[in-house]
């Protein structure tokens, strides 16, 4: 008997080829994101930086001439640009801190062991942000209507905190004030939402190690629970000042910049000078430094917040 004879060793596939038979199986799905992205964010990007040099006209065949740095040099000379960047600055400064605290407050008072229905307070949070713009719009401009049809102004009167009705729409600065009552209202949910599932996530064995140290609840709120929220708290402030800057709705649908330009924000400008006066280039060259600054605020608060990690 003649014994068998060994089957040859199939030879083993190399690096190369088994790194490159497993791009094959993920580029379609690479290939659709980077189309996705290249249609909706690269191209728009890179068109909206050209057209920030040009006198755009949108009109087929038109010329677009280059017109250089003009569009921001009208930019500083124009009062409107001013009142729209303090707006915006101010929008920031007064919201955010205030969203921030609200939100961990009402996350902590949520987390507190002995209160029940967690989901139904987070589900009431989290209510007015997927609620439509327009419709709580309307409900604030219904309640901080002019003269004794306005809900707050009525009740203001029968309390006897004011004496007679405020125009709250007609001023800038109480208009600016329904603005941002606006804002937190419909953001604050988020902050809330964010933090309970960070508290959640914290251990346990943690608050345990610091009441037999002797810590109570102040002192392991502020060892414990602040120390642990570092990371959270990074990403919560960067996701808040982003979305205090593209502050639109609240002045489109509030004041619609009112008065007499006083509550215009860049969001608002924006628009208005690219859908009303046609102004492609001016408001092109808006956005472009509108995103420059967002830009420079988030990787500067990265630089600062985001070194932080969990002990």
Sequence with gaps: MTPKQKEPKKPKPSKFMKGLKQWMQVFPFLFLGLTGASVFVIYPLIKGIVMSFQDYNIMPGAESPFVGLENYAKAFSDPAFRYAVRNTFLNTVVTVPINWFLGLFFAVLINIQFVKYKITFRTLYYLPIITSWIVVAFLFRYLFADGDNGLINYLLVQVGIIEEPISWLQNQWTAMIVIWLFHIWKTVGWTVVIYLAALQGIPKELYEAASIDGANGLKAFRFVTIPMLGPITAFVIINLVMGAFNIFPQVYF????????????????????????????????????????????????QKKLGKQRFM
């Excluded at 046609?278 to 509108?290: C, E, I, R, T, W």
């Design 254 to 301: 509030i004041t619609n910049g009112g008065p007499m330009g006083q509550t215009e924000v860049l969001q608002s400008m924006i628009y208005k000078q690219a859908f009303n006066n046609f102004n492609f280039g001016y408001s092109s060259a808006l956005g472009v430094m509108m995103g420059l600054t967002i830009f420079l605020i988030t990787l500067t608060q």
